[in-house]
């Protein structure tokens, strides 16, 4: 972001103000738009790491009730992490000075491995923080037969 004077758009109060690029493309409603954009779904930040039991997933959801996160298998070993995030209700008197918090929509895939139970995934939700615990199936090793050598 850049500081622009007002001339270049003639809309901002301020002299100096912080210049969106994206301000006017439908799609978005800017880079700086209010929340509950279409931003949101891709915004919902995820870790996924690999132990040597299990493959496991954290997201950063503040605020969200579990009851507002859904968690699918979808087609096999598509994992769906989806949900909503609620903006809080505005009163008459309220004036907002600043809005950074996204509200809206969310939702996250990710293609499982094919080594995954997916009969056993489990979800929890502890202090905003959802893990996702999806056990991998053992692999069979394949039976090696040692063969004397005659001569």
Known sequence: ???????FGG??????????PLQDFPFT????????????????RIDWKETPE??????????????????EVEEGRTLQISGDRWVEKEEKNDKWHRV???SG??????RLPENVKVDEVKAAMENG???????????????????????
């Open 129 to 151: 923080v959802l893990t996702v615990t999806v056990p991998k199936a053992e692999v069979n090793k394949p039976d090696v037969k040692t063969i004397d050598i005659s001569g």
């Open 11 to 20: 809309r901002r109060n301020n002299t100096f103000d912080l210049w969106d």
């Open 29 to 44: 409603g800017g880079a700086l738009s209010v929340p509950g954009d279409t931003a949101s779904f891709a915004n919902t």
């Open 1 to 7: 972001m850049s500081l622009i004077p007002s001339f």
């Open 100 to 102: 950074e918090r996204r």
């Open 54 to 71: 299990a493959h496991v997933f954290k997201a950063d959801l503040p605020g969200v009730k579990k009851e507002e996160v859904k968690v």
């Open 105 to 110: 929509k969310f939702m996250r895939r990710f």
